[in-house]
């Protein structure tokens, strides 16, 4: 059973920075696009950062230049570097991976940037 285990987040003031790890149970990390999406209270769950099983990236416009996502397939863990942080970054964030028809989420962890 695939099971995602987030860490990393926490409390930090504006221009901060913060790394979220995900790590994955099961044999399958290397074949997974990895992904992390958030959600800010009474706001929709949106993609942040996307990595591919051959290391492609995608962003969120509004973080651009200031996040990183990246993998360690030997150690089936995702990563999200995130520097100059804002306010508006604050919202839970969660993992995912998919994998064909198959996707899976971690219980999330909650980030909180203060002004």
């Known amino acids: 059973q695939v099971q995602l285990v987030e860490s990393g987040g926490g409390l930090v003031q504006a221009g901060g920075s913060l790394r979220l790890s995900c790590a994955m149970s099961?044999?399958?990390?290397?074949?997974?696009?990895m992904g992390w999406y958030r959600q800010a209270p009474e706001k929709q769950r949106e993609l942040v950062a996307v990595i591919t099983t051959t290391g492609n990236t995608n962003y969120l416009d509004s973080v651009k230049g200031r996040f990183t996502i990246s993998r360690d397939n030997a150690k089936n863990t995702v990563y999200l570097q995130m520097n100059s942080l804002k306010p508006e970054d604050t919202a839970v964030y969660y993992c995912?991976?998919?994998?064909?028809?198959?996707?899976?989420w971690g219980q999330g962890t909650q980030v909180t940037v203060s002004s």
């Open positions: 995912n991976a998919k994998v064909l028809h198959f996707q899976a």
């Open positions: 099961g044999s399958i990390f290397s074949a997974a696009t």
